[in-house]
Structures are given as structure tokens and as C-alpha cells.
């Protein structure tokens, strides 16, 4: 190639991978059929491989959503299928009258990448929400056994917990979550970051006959748009749960298992100030793809509260979900991925940053899971269009973009998907588009 032609391709638009035929008949099927509460599916997919995916008329993405953070290894790692033929020729379920050796095996693991003190203990489920739900059960015995009351239980502003009644009822976003009241009592929310907010919350009238029992937080909140809490404001709610008896619960959720380049977000000094959990839950990335969720409690203060017959799952912990979460925990450590899950979103934040593109004004996140801030809220026709031209984004918030491709990344992927996201159209952010946002 001379040096004209290269010119010429670094300037070509993207090739395009619009919805074709195929998947367009399987999407009016889909929506025949489906309850609407996603909508319309972007593209009806037929295979992965590491970090693309293919839709059913053969277009290729580069996946930067990783199935909302969830494909760990990308798609089709070999290690991760080994372990699924492995453990299905064996046996897939047994309910939990009977254990495995794979989930006793990840309940230690899990606990030693916590560095959980002794005592500390695991209990596993099958969903984000569903961890969040064993925490708040958890914390109404803790407030009992504090005051001979249940107490209140805080989440922050623009928090997202999850979608069943006991989380909804801590999870902000008031279009998801008010028409469905009643929710839960005993529960609300503070001003994420306001530390004179947090102090009344513990200190103020209301403590005195509705004491807080517990606190949950995300240390970068994930679905309001990779928003990071400052570490001076953990470490108040740290010190003030402690100085009260509260629980400061953990909700990793999202961040954790390698994502933000720590195995858990709060052993990251920048997010968390060095401060400890009482309780964290897990769900998403752990088992690589595979359904899986759980808590962890710190110590055995916590660790002792659910007792035989108060808490349970059919599914949680089984033998598949769990070699598969082993496999995906020893594949991150094996492949290096904590390093360069670090190194490729550094890669990520400064490409993005230095690309020129006018509609971008900032970039944000750890690791792997990133934003970029849009100039206006165009941020579902940003992505529609990066579809159209084989790049999977998410529009986490009207006006940003939320990047959290599989941990197993290369450097050439990361520069591809910088390169799309400068070639997007300038016209799309002009809020008096006649398209305007979805
Ligand atoms: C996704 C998410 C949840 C809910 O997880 P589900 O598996 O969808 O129930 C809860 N908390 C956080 C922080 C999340 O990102």
C-alpha cells in the first residue's frame, strides 16, 4: 500500500454490518412471541469467538458489551468449554442437600481473592439480584438483632441493585421502580457522595427510632453510567457503619471478578480508600457466561446470621455453574487478565480521548469498564450506527456510552474500536436531528 492509499484507509467508514434479512424474520418472530420489555432485539447472533460475535446472516461485531459484562473469557474459550463437557458428563445439578467438589473448591477460592479473615463465608445463587435479595435478608436479621428492629437499609442515588421487589426497592432510577410500589419498608435512599447527607442518615431524628442497619453501594455505579464514587466518601461510610453497628454492604455485582483490573473493586485503593465490606455480592462476570451470583460476608459476625432454614436457592452452587466460575477465576489468573484487563482499558480511555472525534467530551472508568460522556443525548444513535458498522456499544445513559468488552482483549481489538468511535458522525450528536433519540 503507498502511502496515499493508507491515508485513503485510515479515512474509509467502517464496513457495514446493517440488519440483514435473516435476522430481521427471527426479530419479527422474536417479538411475536416475547414479553416487551427489552424491545426489539439489535441483532438475532449465531456464535462468538474470543471478542466477535456473529449475527445469524454472517456479520461480524467486536463485542466492547461482553453480554453486559458478563463474558469474562469472550466467546468460545477453549478452557471454558473443556469445563463444561467435563462437568456435564459428570453430573450438572444436585441440590443443595448434597455439595460438590467444585463449589466447595470456589467457595474457598472465592473467599482467598477476597481476602476474606476467617470466618468469613460464601452463599451462592443465581443472579445479581438475587445476591442483592440474600444481603438485604441478611441485614433485616442484623437489624433485629441490633435493635430488637428491623431498621433502615440505604442505597444511594442512581444506584441499580436489580429488578425483584426486595432490590427494586433499593435501585434509584424512579421510572423502574415506582410503578411497582408498595416495595419493600424500612429502606431509602442517600444523596450519593454527600458526606453531611450520610452523617444526619446515622446522627439525625430519624436514626433515633429508624436506626440505619445497613448501607449498600456500588463502588462505580454501573448502570447510571460507569460513574465512580470518590474514596473519601466510602471511607465515611465506612467509619460511620462501623461507629454504628451497620453493615456497609458491597454490591460488586458489576465490578467484580477482574473487571475494574482488581479482582474485587474495593481492593482498589483509588475507588474504595482502602476500606473493607461486611458483605459483598457477586453475579455477572464470575462464571464466564454461566448463570451464577452469590455473597460473600467478612468475619464471622455476619457470617453467622442466615441459619439453617432462613435462606436458600435450588440452583445455587451447583456443580456446573461452579467448575465454570473455577475455570473463569483460573483463566484470569492464568492468562494475566487482572494486568491487562488494566493495560487494554487504559488503551481504551486514552485512544478514546485523543481521537478527535467532537462528540466525546470525556472518558471514564476503571479497567474494563469504561464510559464516554456524548457532547449531547445521542447516545442510542451512537450505538445504533457503531452496530451498523460491526462495533457492539452500550447506551448506558441518554448521553454515554458504556465499554466493557471480555477481559481477553488484544491491543488490535481496543485500536479497532477506537477507530469506529472516531468515524462516528458529528451529525448525530445535533440533538435537532430530525432522527432524534430513541
Ligand atoms: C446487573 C446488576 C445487578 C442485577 O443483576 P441481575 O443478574 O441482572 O439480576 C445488580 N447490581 C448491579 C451493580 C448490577 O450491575
Redesign the pocket.
Known amino acids: 500500500m503507498n502511502k496515499a492509499d493508507q491515508d485513503c484507509a485510515n479515512v474509509a467508514e467502517p464496513a457495514e454490518t446493517v440488519e440483514g434479512p435473516r435476522s430481521r424474520q427471527w426479530a419479527d418472530r422474536y417479538d411475536h412471541v416475547h414479553m416487551q420489555v427489552f424491545g426489539r432485539p439489535g441483532r438475532v447472533m449465531d456464535h462468538g469467538q474470543g471478542a466477535w460475535i456473529w449475527d445469524i446472516d454472517g456479520n461480524r461485531y467486536l463485542d466492547m458489551l461482553a453480554g ?2 458478563v463474558n469474562a473469557l469472550g466467546y468460545a474459550h477453549p478452557a471454558w468449554n473443556r469445563a463444561l463437557a467435563q462437568q456435564a458428563g459428570k453430573m450438572a445439578h444436585i441440590s443443595n442437600f448434597f455439595a460438590s467438589r467444585p463449589q466447595i473448591e470456589l467457595a474457598e477460592r472465592l473467599l482467598e481473592l477476597a481476602q476474606a479473615p476467617d470466618g468469613s463465608r460464601v452463599f451462592f445463587c ?7 435479595e440474600a444481603a438485604i435478608k441478611l441485614a433485616r436479621l442484623h437489624g433485629t438483632r441490633m435493635g430488637g428492629h428491623p431498621g433502615r437499609i440505604l442505597a444511594l442515588t442512581h ?6 421487589m426486595g ?1 427494586l426497592s433499593l ?1 434509584w432510577k424512579p421510572a423502574i421502580r415506582e410503578p411497582f410500589q408498595p416495595l419493600v419498608p424500612g429502606m431509602g435512599f442517600l444523596p450519593a457522595g454527600d458526606s453531611t447527607a450520610l452523617e444526619q442518615a446515622f446522627t439525625g431524628e430519624e436514626a433515633s427510632d429508624q436506626p440505619v442497619v445497613a448501607v449498600i453501594l ?1 463502588l462505580i ?3 447510571a453510567g460507569v460513574l465512580p464514587l470518590e474514596p473519601d466518601y466510602v471511607e465515611k461510610v465506612r467509619e460511620l457503619c462501623s461507629r454504628h453497628g451497620a453493615l456497609m454492604i458491597l ?5 467484580g471478578m477482574g473487571r475494574t483490573g482488581h479482582w474485587f473493586a474495593f481492593q482498589d485503593q483509588s475507588l474504595s480508600g482502602g476500606a473493607c465490606p461486611d458483605v459483598l ?1 457477586f ?2 462476570g464470575v462464571a464466564g457466561g454461566f ?1 451464577m ?1 452469590g455473597m460473600i460476608t467478612f468475619g464471622s459476625g455476619p457470617s453467622g446470621l442466615l441459619t439453617p432454614g432462613t435462606h436458600g436457592s435450588t440452583f445455587g452452587g451447583n456443580p456446573l455453574g461452579s467448575a465454570l466460575a473455577l475455570t473463569t477465576l483460573e483463566t484470569i489468573q492464568r492468562e494475566g487478565l487482572l494486568e491487562r484487563a488494566e493495560r487494554m482499558g487504559k488503551r481504551l480511555r486514552d485512544g478514546i480521548a485523543a481521537c478527535g472525534n467532537p462528540l466525546f467530551t470525556s472518558v471514564r472508568g476503571r479497567g474494563l469498564l469504561d464510559a464516554i460522556q456524548l457532547r449531547s443525548p445521542c447516545a442510542s444513535k451512537v450505538a445504533a450506527w457503531c452496530l451498523d458498522h460491526g462495533l457492539i456499544v452500550n447506551p448506558v445513559a441518554p448521553d454515554a456510552l458504556r465499554l466493557a468488552p471480555p477481559l481477553i482483549i488484544q491491543a488490535d481489538q481496543i485500536d479497532l474500536a477506537v477507530d469506529i468511535l472516531s468515524k462516528v458522525p458529528t451529525r448525530l450528536g445535533d440533538v435537532d436531528s430530525p432522527q432524534g433519540d430513541r
Open positions: 453486559i459484562a443465581n443472579s445479581g439480584t438475587e445476591a442483592n444506584s441499580f441493585h436489580g429488578r425483584s432490590s435501585t456500588e455505579q454501573g448502570e454490591d460488586e455485582v458489576q465490578t455480592t453475579a455477572k448463570p451470583g
